[in-house]
């Protein structure tokens, strides 16, 4: 297709893992980003995975790319109240940042 | 990490009236900075691109007499949103990079506007 695109919504219970599926376009994409975006917020970089890395860990948070098949996903290891947010993956085409459609991630107790 | 600080957060005015808003980058020199629209429960629309000292480069749809972009040094970009009305009221979001290959682009907070 020609959206990046990422399931709507995921809901986890506080302490279990979280895994954020991204589907992207352009295969020539140099880098690939996580932002997170809290209600009223701007957008806060997460972390970036390079297109010649096949994962990325950075404290809690692990990137994995799958690059044949266009495949991103960020996974939050024990996660907490305060990760709950939206989180947009995004693509550079033409020089732009490309989003995602964004995950609304809703941790509960 | 790198921070970017955008002015003022919450606008509330007449239609009519012209908005401006500043975005900056306060530890590096942004050469590029961006213009994003967001609509509620949506993602980030770019509006538009500028380059420092250059005009801006709009996406298509956007109207550049209407969203009016000053990049005018290397830290300081505009948005002035002329002859508000209601319908362009909306969370706009800017963003800034530096002039290295790769870099990430670094968001401001937003400003919510609201035309009466």
Redo the contacts between chains.
Sequence with gaps: GEDVEQSLFLSVREGDSSVINCTYTDSSSTYLYWYKQEPGAGLQLLTYIFSNMDMKQDQRLTVLLNKKDKHLSLRIADTQTGDSAIYFCAEVKADKLIFGTGTRLQVFP | ?AV?S?HPSRVICKSGTSVKIECRSLDFQATTM?WYRQFPK???M?MA?SNEGSKATYEQGVEKDKFLINHASLTLSTLTVTSAHPEDSSFY?C?ARGSRG?E???????T?LSIL
């Design positions: 990490g970017v955008q961006f949506q993602s980030l770019l691109t979001i963003s790769g990430a682009q670094h968001f401001g907070d937003g919510r």
